[in-house]
């Protein structure tokens, strides 16, 4: 599990002034700033945030040290990441994506169908893409009870009960 959880990233200026659109990926999106100072992906860079309002997509923020619009663009595409100790406790059955990715998935029989490449969400519920040399392509499991019924982050291990034909 890695120390750092993105839970954020600056899709570049918000008007002439300073400010940059700010894309929160926490459960609530405001508590994005709670977690300051946040950080780059390789921790060089930290980043204190401000919310001023909430903007189609996201939220308008300002970021200390950054007054111009420049500045603001230059930041455009910034992933931001948490400490993983700031970031509160999941109940049993939720988990951070950053700790589903690299896992190996086995269907209920124990058959090796691939490793979790990545978490996606496109509106309508969280997808595992699986990738694996039993793979013909990558694979978009639903991440729900049904087609997932077992995750267990201390084996590194999810047992994948998929839809018919999926796979």
Do not use: W
Request: include cysteine; aromatic fraction near 6%; glycine fraction near 12%.
């Amino acid at each position: 599990m890695s120390d750092l959880i993105c839970v954020g990233a600056i899709g570049g200026a918000y008007g002439v002034h300073g400010e940059v659109r700010l894309k929160s990926f926490c459960a609530t999106p405001s508590d994005i700033a709670d977690y300051a100072p946040l950080t780059s992906e390789d921790g060089a860079r930290h980043f204190t945030l401000s919310l001023t309002r909430p903007i189609k997509n996201g939220f308008a923020a300002r970021v200390a040290g950054v007054t111009t619009k420049e500045q603001a663009d230059a930041l455009s595409g910034t992933q931001l990441y948490a400490r993983r100790d700031q970031l509160p406790s999941l109940p049993d059955d939720e988990f951070y994506y950053a700790d589903l990715v690299g896992l190996e998935v086995v269907d209920t029989g124990g058959a090796l169908l691939g490793h979790v490449k990545s978490v996606q969400n496109h509106g309508a519920g969280d997808l595992l893409e699986l990738h694996g040399p039993g793979l013909p392509s990558t694979v978009l499991l639903p991440f729900t009870r049904a087609a997932v019924p077992t995750v267990d982050l201390d084996t590194g291990r999810i047992v994948a009960d998929p839809p018919e034909g999926l796979i």
